[in-house]
């Protein structure tokens, strides 16, 4: 039996002094660790922080308020200051003017939802099967083009519910899609040093 009173001698650690031993050098790792990171927080977890503000887009909307009540169009939506939010999409189509219809980069993380019924619902209400949501390229231009550029965090933008069609990579400028260039890749969707979350979508008709 080990009497905790007694002193051990030099020649011997009990058991119990071992795991208080290894107990307190746990603590001190940890304690190192937590002033190491403190003030990078968002570096710990490897992602970036939930996202809650919301926007609503319709293929006919207006204003620039994008809220259930007052959905705008996507280009308003996209064109919001935030660095993270999401983009919810009522029936239609969307296209675009540049060389993808949706740019989403490590300066303005974006989640995207289509099927969005269109109602002032709290969660939104989302049906993608009964609301379209047509992201289309117009053989001109991609889809969506999700690029990673600085950051500690993975960028990981979910896309979901949407269809995306007519997406084109072949004819942007200087399109290649190899490994000296990428271009050129991806016409309905091109990730570029990303981990997007991809579900739930209809993809098809594109080009690269």
């Known amino acids: 039996m080990i009497n905790e009173t007694s002193k051990p001698s030099s020649q011997h650690i ?3 002094r071992l795991v208080m031993i290894k107990k307190a ?6 304690v190192v660790l937590l002033f190491t990171l403190s003030g990078t927080t968002r570096s710990v977890a490897g992602k970036a922080p939930e ?8 293929d006919t909307g207006s204003g620039t308020t994008c809220t259930q009540a007052a959905p705008c169009l996507l280009a308003t939506a996209l064109s919001k200051s935030d660095t993270f939010f999401n983009i919810y999409f009522a ?3 969307y296209t675009g003017t540049g060389d993808e219809v949706i740019y989403i980069d490590s300066y303005k993380v974006i989640n995207l939802y289509g099927g969005w019924d269109g109602t002032t619902a709290y969660p939104p209400v989302r049906d993608p099967d009964t ?7 117009e053989g001109m231009r991609r889809g969506i083009k999700i ?3 600085v950051g500690p965090e993975i960028l990981a933008p979910v896309i979901n519910g949407l269809s995306i069609t007519g997406g084109n990579g072949s004819v942007l400028t200087g399109a290649d899609c190899s490994m000296s260039s990428t271009d050129g890749c991806g016409g309905g969707i091109f990730s570029k040093y990303a981990a997007p979350e991809i579900s739930f979508n209809k993809i098809y008709n594109n080009f690269a």
């Open 14 to 16: 009990y058991p119990w």
């Open 25 to 30: 050098m746990l603590v001190i790792v940890s």
């Open 51 to 58: 996202i809650t503000t919301s926007y609503f887009v319709d």
């Open 91 to 93: 029936a239609g189509v």
């Open 131 to 137: 609301h379209v949501s047509i992201i289309d390229g």
């Open 147 to 149: 690029e990673f550029k």
